[in-house]
Every structure is written in structure tokens, then in C-alpha cells.
């Protein structure tokens, strides 16, 4: 029994190599054909006793597993001769020994288990793989006459870590604010790594590190790799169009698959078959469809094409069928004259040219001559010969149809009347000044300047004859002439009803007359009023000084004197006619001053001006303050000492300024001969501009109770508008020049210097350099 079954592990065993009482024995080497049958004896390996017997050493004895040792000890050992798979290779093996040695056999086998558990986990393939190869007792292939076989563990990266990602072809993106950047084979998280490179980093890297250049980060992992030579080399041949196979020749010969060489006998000779001669019932079928449905009309054939030239009248009438009554643009042609009588073969006389005239139309150029042709006259219709230039006339009159460009113009039917601006009649717009009433006489020198009292009674004005006159408004007459050291360039009356006061302008001083006209107790008690000053103990530095009138002085009127530094050019009241503003054009940052009369004081309320400060005025109503440069006008709030607005006038020099009762709306007289008018509620810059005048504009002023102001010019006119301002904010004011003042004459290029309205009559006063006053009303 134990022949048999050592023959039967013999047969079966597949060369395997035979433990027997612990001694090792070599199997003698198969022939050819058992080697064919049996794969297993690749690569034969001797066991000692004392080794271990672990699973990757199963490829020596494919198959091999506990059930068959335990078979073989329950008797089973006839299944292990009948087994052709060497399943059971191991329990044949064991049958061979002895009886007695089954059971040692048994016990061997469960401790070899135990000592396979317990080392399989420290002993690694590396290590087993050296042990393998230093043994002494291995049956190599050569000794065999066999080819060895491939090292398995050659290019084996099973013990490297396995981070290839599976999220699959998803944009990398969606796990930037995630810290993993995928999942690995076992489905766990690939982590970002941690990257704390900076720009520095990255700079110094890409100096320091020679493979910089050829690393580029993988989005899949978030790791760097370095490229190969190889994979370089295909990227170098990809960019150049270069097929990526560097072994592949595009130039390749092509190979003749048929001979160029005619054969005599053909390939095959197959006979032609029936149905090559038998036409197809198919096709009949389609055929007859076809011509049902052309018969039907269902299917119309085409229509020749018609290859002859279509020629059409290029200048036809605009008829809607016709062709060119599409074009809409089209224009027609000009039409030619029609012969006259000089084109009759027998014209009258006088059409008749003479030697003269015949000889100097063919001394002219073809283009100035009024005719193209010599009139003649001939006796009879049939001794007219045939015309010489018929077919020049005709390539010409073709030459003129296509060649001279011809456009319709647009006209646009505007009414005239249109474009003028809807204004109101004037006489809707009374009343207003339109007749010289009175003419003011007496200075003997241009008068500058001039100022009504508040009553309208009395008016003065200021000449260049060192006097100032008082003028009784009604009748003409001047009722009193004060003489001062100079020329007055301004003037004006105290507002103030209860004060019968004059400031005006000479030189570099500020003078304040009391006129005393009208009511003995109204100017008595201005004296009263100015008498009560008392001078403060401490006076503190002014940029004026203040002096009183005395003596004789005082009789004539005088009772204040303002000296200033530098000249004076304007000097205005407040409303309440306690303070009043002068202009001292040259006094750099002193150009503007204050003073208040109650308390004899002075001041400069601007730091610095910017500009040449030409007028000031103070608002009717507000606390705000005017003041005018060459092109700015700027308004200043006094209680909050800041800059309110700054209105640009858009003309290159302000010369006067008036503001209207109601405070909202300011005109401005330029020496460029415009006159704007500003809205201070809708814009800093004009509303409107109004080019009246030819030439430029002296004064300016608005009425204090109609909807009138008024502007004078160096053209010796008055220009009268009517200017309704609304109480609507959404409604914008109406302008209208609704009258021309004439009667001043120009003198040294001067015409009218000075413009003022009535307080309570629509009148008009206006002072020119023609030393007159004139009233229109």
C-alpha cells in the first residue's frame, strides 16, 4: 500500500520533492511528456523539516490546501489517485510513509500551521525571496534544459502604497475647500499635502532646484512629479505636430498590392448572372410612380434655364409695377430743355448771331459758351443738312445719365415760425418803461453813478466833476449840489426808510452825507442817532479808520468819513441799513470790506480772496453775501462763515451784478456784452444767456415789486425785460425783452454807465457818459 502510494505521489506529484524520515531526497526529473502536462514543475522547491511552509510558497505546489492531509487521514486515499488535478498532491505525499508515521504526521502538520499563523505577518517576501535564492538545494530550470522564467517580484509594487485617485474625470476644483482631494482604491480620503511654499519659496526653488523646470503638480493627487526623459521627449514631438511615436516613419513605402503587370487570363470568369438580364420589377415600380405623379401635377420638372440677356429702361418712370418702383432712393433723370427758337432752322433776326458776337463765341471756352451750336437759317425744311455733332451730343447726354451722381435731398418742412420761441406779446406784459419822460441836467462831466431814496422822492447821483447832485425825482430839479475832492464812483442810499442817510465814493474814502431832504424829523433824528456814538475805551486795530465831520464840513452835509488804504470802486448797503460793504479792488487780501455804522467798526471777512473782486452785494432777505470776480460769482453764508455756491458766469469779465427781491435768481452784465441769468436753485451755471447788447454792458438791476430788470451797454441803449420768476419750483421763469430804451448819445466810447429802477413805479433812470440823467416811464 505504501508503493502505491508513493508511485501514485510520483505520478501525481509532479516531480515534487519527497520528505522520508526526515532526510531530503530529490524526485528524479520528469520526461518531456509528463513535463507538459504537468506546469507545476516550473520552479521545484526542497522543504526541510524545520521550515515553514506560507502561503506565496504556493506556487510551487499550486493547489495545495489542508483539506487533502485530512482526507488522507480519514482513509480517503483512493480520492487522491483519482485526483488529476493535484489537489490533493499534499495526502498522496503523506500516504507514501509508513502507517506508524501517520499520526506523527498529523501532529506535524497542525504545528507547521500554528508557526505559519504566528510568522506570516513578520517574515516579508523580500526576505523570503533572498532565502529562496541563497538555498543550495534548488532545482534550477537550466539543469533541466528550460528557459528560467520571469522574476515576478521584478517590477512588483504591491508593497508601495497604492494613492491612485478614483473620483474620475470631475473637475479637481470642487475639492479646493476640502482637505482631501479624492478617494483611493479602498475608499478613503487622499489628502491635500500640506503646502506652506510662498512666492519666496517658489522663487527660490526655481533658481535652486535643476528639475524645476521639469515638474509639474498633478491635480488628481496634489503632488509634484518629475518627468521622464521619455515623457519629455513626447511632449517636445507632440508640440511640433510629430506623431508620439518616436519609432513610427510617416514615409513608409507603400506596398503594391496588385501587379502593374496586365495578366492575361482574368482573375474569375464567372458567367454573368440571370438577373443582369432581366429588367427590375423594383425599379418599374418606382418609375410608374413617378410618372403618375407628373401626370397629377404633384411633381413639375424643371424649367429650362433662359440664358437671354433681360434688358430694362434704367430711367422709367416711378411706376409702383414697375422695376425701378422698388428702389426707393431712385432718382430720376434730368430732363433736357426743350429746343427754343434759336434751335428753328429759319430763326428770327434777332437770334442771328453777328460777326462780333460769332467771333467772340469761338474765341470761349466750350463750358462758357450760352449755347453749344451757331443759329442758321436755311429757306426751306429740306435744305436742312443732317446735324454734325448728333452722335456727340448723344454719347455726352449718356456720358451725363450715369456718370454725374445725382441725390435726393431731404428737405424738412419746418414752419418759420417754429423755431422762433413762443414768447408773450408786450402788450400783455405791461407795464414797463417806453417813453423819455424827464431829463436830469446840470453836471458838466459823466455821470457814474446814481441811487433813489427809499421813498422815490428824491435821487442822487455821482459825476466825474467832484459833485454830487439831489434831484427831485418828479420834477427835474436839483435841489442840492455837494462838491467833494474827486470823482464819485458810487453811490447809494440807505435803504432804511427811518434813516436819511447817502454813502458814496471818492478816492480812497467812504463819505456818509446826511442830505437832510424831506422830512424835517426824519433827518433831524438821523443827526440824534449818529451824535449818540460813544468811543469804546479800548479800540482795537481797523483796516479803516473812521473819522466825524466837523464844523464846516458838517454844515454842508458830511458826517462820516472811511478812509481806506487804496482806492475805492463800489460800496453797497445791507437791507437794514446798519452795515455796508465796500470794494478796494487793489488791496490784496483786503479787497473786501465790512463796516457796520452803529458801532463804527470795521472788518475783513475773507482770509484771501481769489480774484479780482469786481462787486458785492448782500442778499435781500438770507444772511448771504455776494461777491463777484471776473468769471466766478461766489456766495457766502455769514452765519456760518463757509462758501455757499460758486456760479460760473461763462464770460470772460463780470463788470456788474443785481439780485432778485426774492433772493432766488441773480443777473450778471459782462464787458463781452452778455447778460446771465442764474437760477440758484437749479444750477451754478446760467439759465439762460442773453445777447441783447453790441456792445459791453455797464449796469444792470431788477424792479422791487414788477417782474422787470433792465441792463445798460457802452451801445448808448436800455434794454427793458420782462422777467416773471414763479412761485412754482417746477415752472422756470420767463424771460422777455419786451422794450429798447434809446436817448443817451456815446461820448469818449461811453454810452450808458448806470441803470436803476424806481422803488414803487414802473420807471426807469438811467445815467450816461453824455452828463445827463434821463427818466423813462
Known amino acids: 500500500m505504501a508503493a502505491e502510494s508513493m508511485s501514485v505521489a510520483g505520478r501525481s506529484g509532479g516531480g515534487g520533492n519527497m520528505m522520508i524520515g526526515g532526510t531530503k531526497r530529490l524526485a528524479p526529473a520528469p520526461g518531456p511528456e509528463l513535463q507538459e502536462q504537468l506546469p507545476v514543475f516550473e520552479n521545484p522547491v526542497l522543504v526541510e523539516d524545520g521550515d515553514d511552509l506560507t502561503d506565496s510558497d504556493e506556487s510551487l505546489f499550486s493547489g495545495l490546501d489542508d483539506s487533502g492531509s485530512d482526507s488522507s487521514d480519514e482513509g480517503g486515499g483512493g480520492d487522491g489517485d483519482e485526483d488529476d488535478d493535484g489537489d490533493d498532491d499534499d495526502g498522496d505525499h503523506k500516504e507514501g510513509k509508513n502507517d506508524e508515521d501517520n499520526d506523527s504526521g498529523v501532529e506535524e502538520k497542525?504545528?507547521?500551521?500554528?508557526?505559519?499563523?504566528?510568522?506570516?505577518?513578520?517574515?516579508?517576501?523580500?526576505?523570503?525571496?533572498?532565502?529562496?535564492?541563497?538555498?543550495?538545494?534548488?532545482?534550477?530550470?537550466?539543469?533541466?534544459?528550460?528557459?528560467?522564467?520571469?522574476?515576478?517580484?521584478?517590477?512588483?509594487?504591491?508593497?508601495?502604497?497604492?494613492?491612485?485617485?478614483?473620483?474620475?474625470?470631475?473637475?479637481?476644483?470642487?475639492?479646493?475647500?476640502?482637505?482631501?482631494?479624492?478617494?483611493d482604491l479602498d475608499g478613503k480620503k487622499i489628502y491635500k499635502p500640506i503646502r506652506n511654499k510662498d512666492e519666496l519659496d517658489e522663487f527660490l526653488d526655481k533658481m535652486e532646484n535643476p528639475d524645476y523646470w521639469r515638474t509639474v503638480p498633478d491635480k488628481m493627487t496634489g503632488t509634484d512629479i518629475r518627468l521622464t526623459d521619455d515623457q519629455i521627449d513626447l511632449v517636445h514631438r507632440l508640440q511640433k505636430g510629430q506623431f508620439g511615436d518616436a519609432k513610427f516613419d510617416p514615409y513608409q513605402s507603400s506596398i503594391d498590392f496588385f501587379t502593374h503587370e496586365t495578366m492575361i487570363h482574368p482573375v474569375t470568369n464567372h458567367p454573368a448572372h440571370k438577373r443582369s438580364f432581366i429588367p427590375s420589377l423594383i425599379e418599374k415600380e418606382k418609375v410608374s410612380k413617378l410618372v403618375h405623379a407628373i401626370k397629377m401635377g404633384w411633381i413639375k420638372p424643371r424649367k429650362p434655364r433662359d440664358d437671354?440677356?433681360?434688358?430694362?429702361?434704367?430711367?422709367?418712370?416711378?411706376?409702383?409695377?414697375a422695376i425701378l418702383g422698388r428702389h426707393k432712393m431712385h432718382v430720376p433723370a434730368p430732363k433736357l430743355k426743350l429746343p427754343g427758337h434759336e434751335e428753328s432752322y429759319n430763326p428770327p433776326p434777332e437770334y442771328l448771331l453777328t460777326d462780333e458776337e460769332r467771333l467772340a463765341w469761338e474765341q470761349q471756352e466750350p463750358e462758357e459758351r450760352k449755347l453749344n451750336f451757331l443759329p442758321k437759317t436755311f429757306g426751306s425744311l429740306r435744305a436742312v443738312p443732317a446735324f454734325s455733332r448728333f452722335i456727340h451730343e448723344r454719347f455726352e447726354r449718356c456720358l451725363d445719365l450715369y456718370l454725374c451722381p445725382r441725390q435726393r435731398k431731404m428737405r424738412v418742412n419746418v414752419d418759420p415760425d417754429d423755431l422762433i420761441p413762443k414768447l408773450p406779446k408786450p402788450k400783455d406784459l405791461q407795464p414797463f418803461p417806453t417813453t423819455q419822460a424827464l431829463v436830469y441836467t446840470g453836471h458838466t462831466n459823466l455821470v457814474r453813478c446814481i441811487s433813489v431814496s427809499p421813498s422815490g422822492q428824491w435821487l442822487a447821483s455821482g459825476s466825474d466833476d467832484h459833485t454830487v447832485r439831489f434831484w427831485e425825482v418828479s420834477t427835474a430839479r436839483c435841489v442840492k449840489t455837494i462838491e467833494v475832492e474827486g470823482a464819485v464812483k458810487s453811490i447809494a442810499w440807505n435803504p432804511n426808510p427811518a434813516h436819511c442817510l447817502v454813502a458814496l465814493t471818492v478816492e480812497q474814502s467812504v463819505i456818509i452825507i446826511n442830505p437832510s431832504l424831506g422830512d424835517r424829523l426824519l433827518y433831524s433824528a438821523t443827526d440824534q442817532l449818529m451824535a449818540a456814538f460813544e468811543k469804546p475805551e479800548e479800540e482795537a486795530p481797523q483796516p479803516a479808520e473812521w473819522a466825524a465831520a466837523e464844523g464846516e464840513a458838517y454844515d454842508t452835509g458830511f458826517r462820516l468819513t472811511i478812509t481806506h488804504n487804496k482806492m475805492v470802486k463800489q460800496v453797497t448797503w445791507h437791507g437794514k441799513g446798519d452795515y455796508l460793504a465796500t470794494v478796494i479792488p487793489d488791496n490784496g487780501n483786503a479787497q473786501?470790506?465790512?463796516?457796520?455804522?452803529?458801532?463804527?467798526?470795521?472788518?475783513?471777512?475773507?482770509?484771501?480772496?481769489?480774484?479780482?473782486?469786481?462787486?458785492?452785494?448782500?442778499?435781500?432777505?438770507?444772511?448771504?453775501?455776494?461777491?463777484?470776480?471776473?468769471?466766478?460769482?461766489?456766495?457766502?453764508?455769514?452765519?456760518?462763515?463757509?462758501?455757499?455756491?460758486?456760479?460760473?458766469?461763462?464770460?470772460?469779465?463780470?463788470?456788474?451784478?443785481a439780485i432778485h427781491p426774492g433772493g432766488d435768481n441773480v443777473i450778471c452784465g459782462s464787458y463781452d456784452s452778455r447778460l446771465a441769468w442764474f437760477d440758484l436753485d437749479l444750477s451754478t451755471k446760467p439759465y439762460k444767456v442773453l445777447r441783447h447788447h453790441k456792445r459791453a454792458l455797464r449796469g444792470v438791476a431788477f424792479h422791487k415789486h414788477y417782474p422787470l430788470f433792465a441792463s445798460a451797454s457802452d451801445d448808448g441803449t436800455v434794454i427793458v425785460c420782462h422777467g416773471m420768476v414763479y412761485s412754482d419750483l417746477l415752472q422756470n421763469p420767463l424771460l422777455a425783452p419786451v422794450k429798447l430804451l434809446r436817448g443817451h448819445q456815446i461820448t469818449r466810447d461811453l454810452g450808458v454807465l448806470d441803470v436803476l429802477f424806481h422803488p414803487t413805479q414802473p420807471w426807469l433812470f438811467s445815467a450816461g457818459a453824455d452828463a445827463t440823467i434821463r427818466l423813462f416811464t
Open 592 to 657: 473786501v470790506l465790512i463796516h457796520q455804522l452803529s458801532k463804527r467798526r470795521s472788518q475783513n471777512p475773507f482770509r484771501k480772496n481769489k480774484g479780482l473782486v469786481q462787486c458785492v452785494s448782500f442778499h435781500p432777505v438770507r444772511p448771504f453775501f455776494f461777491v463777484a470776480t471776473q468769471r466766478y460769482v461766489r456766495v457766502y453764508n455769514l452765519l456760518k462763515q463757509e462758501l455757499t455756491k460758486k456760479l460760473m458766469a461763462n464770460c470772460k469779465w463780470v463788470s456788474s451784478m
Open 308 to 321: 437671354t440677356p433681360q434688358y430694362y429702361d434704367l430711367w422709367a418712370k416711378e411706376d409702383p409695377n
Open 110 to 183: 497542525k504545528s507547521t500551521k500554528d508557526k505559519l499563523s504566528k510568522r506570516e505577518s513578520k517574515i516579508s517576501k523580500a526576505a523570503r525571496k533572498e532565502k529562496l535564492a541563497e538555498s543550495e538545494h534548488i532545482l534550477k530550470p537550466e539543469h533541466l534544459g528550460l528557459t528560467p522564467p520571469a522574476d515576478e517580484y521584478e517590477h512588483d509594487t504591491s508593497d508601495e502604497e497604492d494613492i491612485r485617485n478614483t473620483v474620475g474625470n470631475i473637475p479637481m476644483e470642487w475639492y479646493k475647500d476640502y482637505p482631501h482631494i479624492g478617494y
